[in-house]
């Protein structure tokens, strides 16, 4: 159990977290309580709705839309579709964006790729195969400029997508790693009970 506590610790120690901490004590005793409820939920009853499986092959610059209630639905873009993870290809870096659309047959694009809902993630193909993202059919141009990186628990620095190290902390910058078939619903979930949309 000690090794499980220390681990914790290890883990909750990166600037990411602590700023997390930071924001959670600053919101109100009612916003904390449903996040101590979510915390506590199984899976199942925050998972994102299956829109539709499709068999696609997901490029940089494709539009998406992930729907985590009924009736609500986020842009994501592909912003790199050419990463390995653990000498494993097929993941991508998504962002879910803020700007919402108003169904999986929405054709108008998103104002920004930077204005972000959850931090920038990297995923597998399985979230478009379970039907959990539904490519739109539409793709744009990513700027080449996008500042993003990822934060390396294990090494206690900032990273590309690649595992490169970067000289800087990014403006963009989520933890380092695939996500799991829960990750991004429950950041999802969490945002929107800590932005007070649900």
Do not use: H
């Amino acid at each position: 159990m000690q090794e499980i506590k220390d681990f914790n610790e290890y883990y909750n120690n990166n600037p990411l977290a602590q700023r997390e901490e930071e924001r959670f004590n600053l919101l109100d005793d009612e916003k904390k309580e449903k996040l101590k409820i979510l915390e506590e939920l199984d899976l199942k009853e925050y998972q994102l709705k299956v829109i539709k499986r499709k068999r696609v092959k997901p490029q940089k610059g494709d539009l998406f839309v992930v729907s985590p209630k009924e009736n609500m639905y986020f842009w994501g873009v592909i912003i790199n579709s050419d990463v390995k993870v653990c000498e494993e290809d097929g993941f991508m870096v998504v962002f879910i964006l803020k700007d919402r659309a108003e169904s999986p047959a929405d054709t108008s694009i998103p104002n920004s790729v930077t204005n972000l809902l959850i931090e920038p993630a990297i995923v597998g193909k399985w979230y478009w195969n379970k039907g959990y993202f539904y490519n739109v059919g539409i793709s744009i141009e990513i700027p080449d400029n996008v500042d993003y990186g990822f934060y390396s628990v294990g090494r206690r620095k900032y990273v590309d997508e690649y595992g490169n190290t970067m000289k800087k902390e990014p403006e963009l910058v989520g933890i380092y790693g695939a996500c799991t078939n829960q990750g991004i619903a429950y950041e999802i979930n969490y945002e929107l009970i800590a932005s007070g949309l649900i």
